[in-house]
């Protein structure tokens, strides 16, 4: 059990507690906004895991839930862009968690593992995962065009 | 007026290609002449698609 392992661990129990609070318990727009901050922390969690095991191939898995954890909210925004007008979620704190999360953990690898194209990979997830959750966010309050969401 | 939108297509392709190729390089774990062939010819076939999907969504 190494840091790195001790950090995912503490990462998927503070994320999942409002992640599950907020799908279980809250109204339609903050349940899938809840769904969005889960699919970043099962991101960040296999990255630190990645490190944690030594298993540079983990990474991909990482790439993928953060090219697709957006997409999917995205999907959602569009199939329910009738209830969410009516009841906008607030995101922002969602948003700015993920991104004060983030920062340092994508930091933290890079140093570990030095310059190369794996820390180049890195920063591609974390930057996949900030810009994917700020457009999900948008579009989940309606901050792109309403015309261009439901029609 | 043809030959400069001729231009303007091939130069957007190549800055697709180019920017796709490096991501294929980035992304993949080791570097050898194959992968770089395979890479190239993906990236050139990704970046026709995406020529014609942004000229599909510019509607020109």
């Known amino acids: 059990m190494n840091v790195w392992l001790v950090t995912a661990s503490v990462l998927l129990v ?3 507690v409002p992640v599950v609070w907020g799908v279980a318990t809250g109204p339609l727009g903050r349940g899938v906004a809840a769904q969005n901050l889960g699919t970043s922390v099962v991101c960040l969690a296999i990255l630190l895991l ?9 990474v991909d898995v990482a790439l993928v839930v953060a090219v697709l954890g957006p997409v999917g909210t995205l999907v959602y925004a569009r199939l329910l862009a009738d209830e969410l007008q009516d009841d906008p979620p607030h995101t922002r704190l969602f948003t700015v968690s ?20 794996a820390a180049a990979k890195l920063v591609l997830v974390g930057v996949l ?11 989940l309050t309606g901050g792109f065009s309403r015309s261009e969401v439901t029609r | 007026m043809t030959g400069k939108r001729t231009a303007t297509l091939i130069a957007e392709l190549l800055v697709w290609w180019f920017s796709l190729s490096v991501l294929w390089l980035v992304l993949i774990s080791t570097v050898d002449a194959l992968e770089v062939l395979a890479g190239a010819v993906c990236a ?17």
Do not use: E, H
């Not at chain 1, 990645?50 to 191939?57: A, C, E, K, L, N």
């Not at chain 1, 993920?98 to 194209?117: F, I, K, N």
């Open chain 1, 50 to 58: 990645s490190q944690g095991y030594d298993r540079p191939s983990y």
């Open chain 1, 129 to 139: 995962l900030v810009v994917g959750n700020v457009i999900a966010s948008r579009a």
């Open chain 2, 44 to 60: 050139l076939l990704a970046a026709v698609l995406a020529v014609a999907a942004r000229r599909a969504v510019t509607g020109r």
């Open chain 1, 98 to 117: 993920v991104v004060c999360v983030t920062v340092p953990v994508v930091v933290a690898l890079c140093l570990a593992g030095g310059p190369g194209r």
């Open chain 1, 14 to 16: 503070a994320g999942f």
